[in-house]
């Protein structure tokens, strides 16, 4: 049973997609970018810090796996390239104007569920207690990068991952967009790319094995009952309309 929450465009979008032309046609992407930006960054950082503020958590989901996981420094920077991701997701969404539609809808979706997840986070916190790992290490050269890191990311905010439930989503639906095209081997390398992001996510004790699974299974989850009967139906005469009168 599809989920419908999300599916019809919001009239917020209205100027950037009468005017997605502008700005060398950036216009409607830098939009979209912002939304995440505001809409998501700015809530995950208020709720990491009230968790923080809070301390308690409702469970661990430390396992012995977790443990067996070495420490890998240089394992930060596949880490990070998740906020490529972002602006990767709304500046090839805009091929052509289907493309377009489902773009909108797909920026959409990714606030609602990540707002749906912020309640997990409030309901169900867990806190990550394996930086020990890494404030015992010499770091050298990669010593600012997690003192940046853990300055700005409290250890909270855990299951189910976000840097995975995105980054999947974006692989997904990049996947869709461009599988057919004649250098659909950059999708492999994204692919390939995304397997490192997920391992970095362990390996840099940002998160457990727990959340690495959890993450995964509310983006596939998502995936096939909400987010791809929503695109699909963006090729239909309903959505088209809607969009036009925007």
Same mark, same amino acid.
């Given at each position: 049973?599809?989920?419908?929450?999300?599916?019809?465009?919001?009239?917020?979008?209205?100027?950037?997609?009468?005017?997605? =032309?502008?700005?060398?046609?950036?216009?409607?992407?830098?939009?979209?970018?912002?939304?995440?930006?505001?809409?998501?960054?700015?809530?995950?950082?208020?709720?990491?810090?009230?968790?923080?503020?809070?301390?308690?958590?409702?469970?661990?989901?430390?396992?012995?796996?977790?443990?067996?996981?070495?420490?890998?420094?240089?394992?930060?920077?596949?880490?990070?390239?998740?906020?490529?991701?972002?602006?990767?997701?709304?500046?090839?969404?805009?091929?052509?104007?289907?493309?377009?539609?489902?773009?909108?809808?797909?920026?959409?979706?990714?606030?609602?569920?990540?707002?749906?997840? @912020?309640?997990?986070?409030?309901?169900?916190?867990?806190?990550?207690?394996?930086?020990?790992?890494? @404030?015992?290490?010499?770091?050298? /050269?990669?010593? =600012?990068?997690?003192?940046?890191?853990?300055?700005?990311?409290?250890?909270?905010?855990?299951?189910?991952?976000?840097?995975?439930?995105?980054?999947?989503?974006?692989?997904?639906? =990049?996947?869709?967009?461009?599988?057919?095209?004649?250098?659909? /081997?950059?999708?492999?390398?994204?692919?390939?790319?995304? /397997?490192?992001?997920?391992?970095?996510?362990? =390996?840099?004790?940002?998160?457990?094995?727990?959340?690495?699974?959890?993450?995964?299974?509310?983006?596939?989850?998502?995936?096939? /009952?909400?987010?791809?009967?929503?695109?699909?139906?963006?090729?239909?005469?309903?959505?088209?309309?809607?969009?036009?009168?925007?």
């Amino acid at each position: 049973m599809a989920i419908k929450w999300g599916c019809r465009p919001w009239k917020v979008w209205r100027s950037h997609w009468n005017n997605k =032309t502008k700005l060398g046609g950036y216009r409607l992407p830098i939009a979209l970018i912002c939304a995440i930006i505001i809409g998501c960054g700015l809530g995950y950082l208020a709720i990491n810090n009230l968790a923080a503020w809070r301390d308690w958590q409702a469970f661990s989901p430390q396992t012995k796996l977790d443990g067996m996981i070495p420490f890998i420094p240089w394992m930060i920077v596949p880490y990070a390239t998740l906020y490529l991701y972002y602006p990767m997701a709304a500046i090839l969404g805009m091929k052509d104007e289907a493309t377009q539609r489902e773009n909108v809808i797909f920026h959409q979706i990714i606030i609602l569920l990540t707002f749906v997840i @912020f309640g997990i986070f409030l309901l169900m916190p867990a806190e990550v207690t394996i930086r020990s790992e890494v @404030f015992e290490a010499k770091l050298g /050269f990669w010593q =600012t990068w997690y003192d940046l890191l853990h300055v700005v990311d409290s250890p909270w905010n855990a299951w189910p991952s976000l840097h995975i439930v995105q980054s999947l989503l974006v692989v997904l639906v =990049t996947n869709r967009w461009y599988s057919k095209h004649k250098n659909n /081997f950059l999708i492999y390398v994204l692919w390939a790319l995304w /397997f490192l992001l997920a391992l970095s996510i362990l =390996t840099i004790k940002q998160h457990f094995v727990w959340d690495l699974i959890s993450g995964i299974g509310v983006a596939v989850i998502s995936w096939k /009952f909400w987010l791809l009967p929503a695109l699909d139906s963006c090729q239909s005469e309903i959505l088209t309309t809607c969009f036009k009168e925007l």
